[in-house]
């Protein structure tokens, strides 16, 4: 089992950037795929970004390719997100998600552990 913890929101204007961070616990953070969600209010949880256990593979949403960056220090058990070019569209509230599973998925249900968010709001 792993607990997540998610830092780094907050309120940024359009164009600025914000880093966010995912904590682990446990001591086999590198079995996991890492995967990065958002949910915006009436809207369903959506796919941002995706990690494998040794970093080797990333995934984007085509939303954010080219702005955000996913990568991960299993040293470190922790999992970054380096949001950059930000719009106001890019409001929500991020989730931090593992699962064991080694094979790439971009559906939510794919990932047992969830951490419990982080509100980001970019201002126009």
């Known amino acids: 089992q792993v607990q997540l913890v998610e830092s780094g929101g907050g309120l940024v204007q359009a164009g600025g950037s914000l880093r966010l961070s995912c904590a682990a616990s446990?001591?086999?953070?590198?079995?996991?795929?890492m995967g990065w969600f958002r949910q915006a209010p009436g809207k369903e949880r959506e796919f941002v970004t995706a990690?494998?256990?040794?970093?080797?593979?990333?995934y984007y949403a085509d939303s954010v390719k080219g702005r955000f960056t996913i990568s991960r220090d299993n040293a470190k058990n922790t999992v970054y997100l380096q949001m950059n070019s930000l719009k106001p569209e890019d409001t929500a509230v991020y989730y931090c998600?593992?699962?064991?599973?080694?094979?790439?998925?971009?559906?939510?249900?794919?990932?047992?552990?969830w951490g419990q968010g982080t509100q980001v709001t970019v201002s126009s």
């Open positions: 446990g001591r086999t953070f590198s079995s996991y795929r």
């Open positions: 998600a593992a699962d064991l599973d080694p094979k790439h998925s971009a559906t939510p249900r794919s990932y047992e552990y």
């Open positions: 990690i494998s256990g040794s970093g080797s593979s990333t």
